[in-house]
């Protein structure tokens, strides 16, 4: 994972904080998820809005705004679905950052996921993710951009798992992602299935399954489109 916080342009602070209970009149929230609120969750606060009026970078209609929001936990984690329920219910593009107590000046980590919006309900990618890193971490500076929209897929880009391939748009990357991941739990589910197999016969069918879905794994996270000499790679 990377290892890294931006440095959010002191003209973009918004520095509000968010009552837990918003949320809940935004979004169909069980009874269950709302205690994961309760219980996991001590502060929402909106920390930044990138926006033209503050950063002096145009929107469109894919990325009319960015969002910075801070998380303050109460334990080692938050729950991905509460975290779903507070991206869901704001109609921009979020960045979070989530702060746990668990050291000396707690610790922080940075996580955001692909937001499409449409018509209807704004569609959410995998979760991509920082390492965590101390609460007083240096930061780096944004990555340039022309517009909110690049300065959007260039803030996504360096959190993914894999290297992005060149001219590899942001939602095809993070499909391979989510392929990769699908792939590590089949993987994983075929090693134990042959560390158990009594059956000599199985253990062939299944190795040779794992091997074709090592193989395809491999292939997924390589950082380039794998070539022949009969299709060469070009730009």
């Known amino acids: ?125 995998t979760y991509l993710t920082t390492d965590w890193l101390p609460g007083d971490a240096s930061r780096v500076p944004l990555p340039p951009a022309l517009d909110l929209a690049t300065l959007y897929v260039a803030l996504l880009t360096p959190i993914l798992p894999i290297t992005a391939r060149r001219g590899e748009k942001l939602s095809d990357a993070i499909g391979r992602i989510e392929q990769v991941r699908k792939l590590e739990r089949e993987i994983a589910t075929l090693e134990r299935k042959l560390r158990t197999e009594p059956q000599f016969n199985r253990k062939v069918d299944l190795r040779r399954d794992l091997l074709t879905r090592q193989a395809k794994l491999t292939e997924l996270t390589a950082p380039a489109t794998p070539t022949t000499e009969d299709t060469p790679w070009t730009s």
Request: no cysteine; proline share 6%; glycine share 8%.
């Open 1 to 125: 994972m990377s290892a890294f916080l931006y440095r959010w342009p002191p003209a973009a602070r918004f520095g509000r904080v968010v009552p837990k209970s918003r949320f809940y009149a935004h979004a169909s929230i069980s009874t269950a998820l709302r205690q994961k609120f309760v219980s996991e969750i001590e502060r929402i606060s909106w920390t930044y809005k990138l926006a033209e009026e503050t950063i002096r970078l145009r929107g469109d209609d894919a990325v009319p705004e960015i969002q910075v929001f801070g998380i303050e936990i109460k334990g080692d984690d938050l729950s991905e679905d509460a975290l779903t329920a507070i991206d869901r219910s704001v109609r921009t593009p979020i960045v979070f950052e989530i702060t746990r107590p668990l050291a000396a000046g707690g610790q922080v980590r940075m996580t955001a996921a692909q937001k499409q919006l449409g018509g209807g309900a704004p569609r959410l990618s």
